[in-house]
T-cell receptor
Framework: EAQVTQNPRYLITVTGKKLTVTCSQNMNHEYMSWYRQDPGLGLRQIYYSMNVEVTDKGDVPEGYKVSRKEKRNFPLILESPSPNQTSLYFC?????????????FGQGTRLTVV | KQEVTQIPAALSVPEGENLVLNCSFTDSAIYNLQWFRQDPGKGLTSLLLIQSSQREQTSGRLNASLDKSSGRSTLYIAASQPGDSATYLCAVGQSGNQFYFGTGTSLTVIP
């Protein structure tokens, strides 16, 4: 089954403790991206990747890192999480640039930073 | 910076009714516009993708239109069903691979 898998689905952590949210897709897609969804603000793009070893900042990259060492995986790294990073996070992938083709989304990771 | 607005924020209709969801955007220099459906506890499902050169797209009971010059898109749902209850999001794609989402319309279809 074609899918985008995020882990974990739920995470509660403390301020400053490094964490990684994993994202994996099994569709051989070139394009992957991360979003955060907050009430009243909608989804905002954090980072995206056009292909292996190619990443770029989205609208709200501060406080986040990403890497794309292999095509299927695109982890989101929070080096020193803060409470304002409490949010619902989504990973997405598409065959090429997200603007030209249908996007597939993961089920989301709800992160709480206390 | 692109701003995408969806009105209304919530909508409740009886089953069988036809309805229209609205999406407006401030910068008309877009590559495309997508409509998504989001169910509670789940990710987003792409419904329709309209390229900037197109005026509309149809899929089953759904029809999406795009008027780039006025910065508007509508999603028309015919003969609504309880299973259509969800949050509907529109998103515009722009240069630099930026993708801007609206805040969504929460739809409830009452049996």
């Amino acid at each position: 089954e074609a899918q985008v898998t995020q882990n974990p689905r739920y995470l509660i952590t403390v301020t400053g403790k490094k964490l990684t949210v994993t994202c994996s897709q099994n569709m051989n897609h070139e394009y992957m991206s991360w979003y955060r969804q907050d009430p009243g603000l909608g989804l905002r793009q954090i980072y995206y990747s056009m292909n292996v070893e190619v990443t770029d900042k989205g609208d709200v990259p501060e406080g986040y890192k990403v890497s794309r060492k292999e095509k299927r995986n695109f982890p989101l790294i929070l080096e020193s999480p803060s409470p304002n990073q409490t949010s619902l996070y989504f990973c997405a992938s598409s065959p090429r640039q997200i603007m030209n083709t249908e996007a597939f989304f993961g089920q989301g990771t709800r992160l709480t930073v206390v | 910076k692109q701003e995408v607005t969806q009105i209304p924020a919530a909508l409740s209709v009886p089953e069988g009714e036809n309805l229209v969801l609205n999406c407006s955007f401030t910068d008309s220099a877009i590559y495309n516009l997508q409509w998504f459906r989001q169910d509670p506890g789940k990710g987003l499902t792409s419904l329709l993708l309209i390229q900037s050169s197109q005026r509309e797209q149809t899929s089953g009971r759904l029809n999406a239109s795009l008027d780039k010059s006025s910065g508007r898109s509508t999603l028309y749902i015919a003969a609504s069903q309880p299973g259509d209850s969800a949050t509907y999001l529109c998103a515009v794609g722009q240069s630099g691979n930026q993708f801007y989402f609206g805040t969504g319309t929460s739809l409830t279809v009452i049996p």
